[in-house]
C-alpha cells in the first residue's frame, strides 16, 4: 500500500508562490509517476502536472507551463510542485497521485491518492 501526503497549501495574493509538498511512503517502485491535478468548487478534477521519479521527466497542464515547477527528491521520497505567479483561478484543492509506468494525463489512470491541499489566491 502507498500512502501520499500533501501539504503546503495556504493563502497567497495574486503573483505570489506557493511550494506544495507531497510525501510518498509504503511499497513503490522506480517505474512510476507521480501527478498533480486540481479541482475547484464546481469543476472536474484536471491535470496540473506529472514527473517520473527515475528521471524525472516532466509534463505541464498549458494553464500552468511556465509558471509551476515539478520536482522530485530521491532521498525525502517527496514529490514538489512550485507554483509562481499564481492566478485566482489556481484556486483548488490540490492533490498529488501515484501510478505505475508512463505519465498521465486522466485522473483514473492513477492509483493512489494524497488528501488534498487547499490552495486560494485571493485578487
Known amino acids: 500500500q502507498v500512502q501520499l501526503v500533501e501539504s503546503g497549501g495556504g493563502l497567497v495574493q495574486a503573483g505570489g508562490s506557493l511550494r506544495l509538498s507531497c510525501a510518498v511512503s509504503g511499497r513503490t517502485f522506480s517505474t512510476y509517476t507521480m501527478g498533480w491535478f486540481r479541482q475547484a468548487p464546481g469543476k472536474e478534477r484536471e491535470f496540473v502536472a506529472s514527473i517520473t521519479w527515475r528521471y524525472a521527466f516532466t509534463n505541464y497542464a498549458d494553464s500552468v507551463k511556465g509558471r509551476f515547477t515539478a520536482s522530485r527528491d530521491s532521498a525525502k521520497n517527496t514529490v514538489y510542485l512550485q507554483m509562481n505567479s499564481l492566478k485566482p483561478e489556481d484556486t483548488a484543492v490540490y492533490y498529488c497521485?501515484?501510478?505505475?509506468?508512463?505519465?498521465?494525463?486522466?485522473?483514473?489512470?492513477?492509483?493512489?491518492w494524497g488528501q488534498g491541499t487547499q490552495v486560494t489566491v485571493s485578487s
Open positions: 497521485a501515484q501510478k505505475q509506468g508512463r505519465a498521465a494525463v486522466i485522473s483514473r489512470d492513477y492509483d493512489y
